[in-house]
């Protein structure tokens, strides 16, 4: 059974910019839920979606935004980029609402 | 007040050894899970284990076990017979809530990073 994946690996932007990063859950799982890990931050959490819904979302401005598409991937979008931006991002799926099961993470730096 | 403390930012061992990373926990809900998971330099999140608050025997995983106690709100995970690939950061997480709740989402400690020693 494949895991987790996301993408990109890494993903390098300069301030103001947008950022898009990808996930795909384990097949038939219909929770995604978006992490930040941020250095001395420790991980937070920032979006849950099920079944193409919002479902919750963490302490975060909403320039980070997301969606679940139709097939269960997920999205998210973090529009005008500052530099406290840069994190690793992890995504994790769930059968709803058993134990998540984390993708590689997403490295994003903003310059 | 923090959820979720963790308060060994670093441990050794020695290799073959069994070593316990501390967790304790703060929740009203009376139904919530607890999890450890193991997250090497290439940054993915394992999972290792889970606690549920109901259970009413400690979790095992092969070489891991969990030692819960839910009156003390700990929930210390235990490693037996340690291996040079369990070098790395082990955080607790919570999830509260049961099958009726609203929230989802795990709330993460600050982290161990455990290094066993050859």
């Known amino acids: 059974e494949a895991g987790v994946t996301q993408s990109p690996t890494h993903l390098i932007k300069t301030r103001g910019q947008q950022a898009t990063l990808r996930c795909s859950p384990i097949?038939?799982?219909?929770?995604v839920y978006w992490y930040q890990q941020a250095l001395g931050l420790g991980l937070q959490f920032l979006l849950w979606?099920?079944?193409?819904?919002?479902?919750n979302r963490g302490n975060f401005p909403p320039r980070f935004s997301g969606r679940q598409f139709p097939n269960y991937s997920s999205e998210l979008n973090v529009n005008a980029l500052e530099l406290e931006d840069s994190a690793l991002y992890l995504c994790?799926?769930?059968?709803?609402?058993?134990?998540?099961?984390f993708g590689p993470g997403t490295r994003l730096t903003v310059l | 007040a923090q959820k979720i403390t963790q308060t060994q930012p670093g441990m050794f061992v020695q290799e073959k050894e069994a070593v316990t990373l501390d967790c304790t926990y703060d929740?009203?809900?009376?139904?919530?899970?607890l999890f450890w998971y193991k997250q090497p330099s290439s940054g993915e999140m394992i999972f290792l284990i889970y606690?549920?608050?109901?259970?009413?025997q400690n979790a095992t995983e092969g070489r891991y076990s969990l030692n819960f106690q839910k009156a003390r709100k700990s929930a210390n995970l235990v490693i037996s017979a340690s291996q040079l690939g369990d070098s790395a950061m082990y955080f607790c997480?919570?999830?509260?809530?049961?099958?009726?709740?609203?929230?989802?989402?795990?709330?993460f400690g600050s982290g161990t990073q455990l290094t066993v020693l050859p």
């Open positions: 994790a799926s769930s059968r709803f609402p058993n134990t998540q099961y």
């Open positions: 097949s038939g799982h219909t929770s």
């Open positions: 979606y099920d079944e193409g819904e919002e479902r």
């Open positions: 929740t009203s809900d009376p139904s919530y899970g």
């Open positions: 606690q549920g608050s109901y259970d009413q």
């Open positions: 997480a919570m999830r509260e809530g049961g099958a009726s709740g609203s929230a989802r989402q795990l709330t």
